[in-house]
């Protein structure tokens, strides 16, 4: 009668049935009582066992996380109207503010973000794949990973505009715009600027020591010391890009792209005209070239 019982109450318990199909088998299972129980629940639910199986082995290992190609995030805002200057001024607070995870994937992620909003995909996945961060749905407000796997959660209004964004007559002189991309010509820069007229620039004259300034950069393909650089004030960001990448070694395979706060600076603007600040740090993202098929 005892043995009776133990089934009807195992039996009101569908969750040790999951137990069984889904758990090693515990040291106490070798008791001849529980084989027993548990081959009658295996077979009684042997649709389920094999169900559960398929599923099983069409998963990932633990230690890998799935990717998909990142896409734009469409939303309507609900609790409030953002206007341009809101978004602006929350994703700058936003990425001011991280305090955990690693910094070259922040900076990663803000380079991304900013270049989703502008339609430019192909160049924000480049930024993704090259700070190894993964994206199992393809939003990134769904979540993200870095290659130690530390998730990264951003929100909607960091990630893209809601659709229901108030529009101003300011918005034209917001910097995510398409001239903040690169274009094919820019992307591979041999034609702007060559060594030598690098070279000539630097060394035009003697530039008074007020016409200076000092940059700091954190490229994002290596963990530091940040690279400082003197560049005249006047420079473009474009021309402070390739010199870091001339003083830095990298190879002309890859490029780098500058961003501050958030945002992908203007190639043919200078520094000091993008609202830099001085004792700010600069994010050089450093990404692979596309080829050219």
């Not at 993200?144 to 990264?152: F, H, I, P, R, T």
């Not at 004259?205 to 016409?211: A, F, L, P, W, Y």
């Amino acid at each position: 009668m005892g043995c009776c019982l133990s089934l009807s109450r195992d039996n009101d318990r569908p969750s040790y049935a999951a137990q069984v199909v889904t758990e090693e088998r515990r040291p106490e299972d070798s008791h001849p009582r529980a084989v027993a129980t548990s081959s009658a629940l295996s077979s009684a639910n042997s649709p389920a066992t094999a169900r559960a199986s398929r599923t099983r082995s069409n998963h990932f290992p633990l230690s890998q996380h799935y990717n998909s190609p990142i896409r734009r995030h469409v939303w309507y805002s609900k609790r409030r109207l953002w206007t341009r200057a809101q978004l602006d001024q929350e994703r700058i607070e936003f990425f001011e503010t991280r305090v955990t995870g690693r910094p070259e994937v922040w900076a990663a992620l803000s380079a991304a973000v900013s270049l989703i909003r502008t339609g430019d995909l192909e160049t924000a996945q480049s930024f993704v794949d090259a700070a190894g961060i993964t994206v199992p749905t393809g939003d990134l407000c769904q979540g993200c990973y870095d290659e130690q796997g530390v998730l990264y959660r951003l929100p909607q209004c960091i990630v893209s505009d809601p659709e229901n964004i108030v529009r101003s007559d300011q918005d034209q002189d917001d910097f995510d715009t398409d001239d903040g991309k690169l274009s094919s010509d820019e992307a591979s820069g041999d034609e702007l600027i060559a060594d030598d007229v690098e070279r000539r620039r630097d060394e035009k004259g003697k530039t008074s020591e007020r016409d200076l300034i000092r940059v700091r950069a954190r490229l994002s393909d290596r963990g530091g010391p940040d690279m400082t650089l003197s560049v005249v004030k006047t420079m473009n960001v474009g021309l402070i890009a390739r010199k870091l990448q001339q003083e830095a070694g990298i190879p002309r395979t890859h490029r780098v792209r500058l961003a501050y706060l958030g945002r992908m600076l203007k190639e043919h603007v200078p520094l000091v005209d993008q609202g830099w600040n001085p004792a700010h740090v600069i994010n050089a993202l450093v990404v692979p070239r596309p080829s050219v098929s």
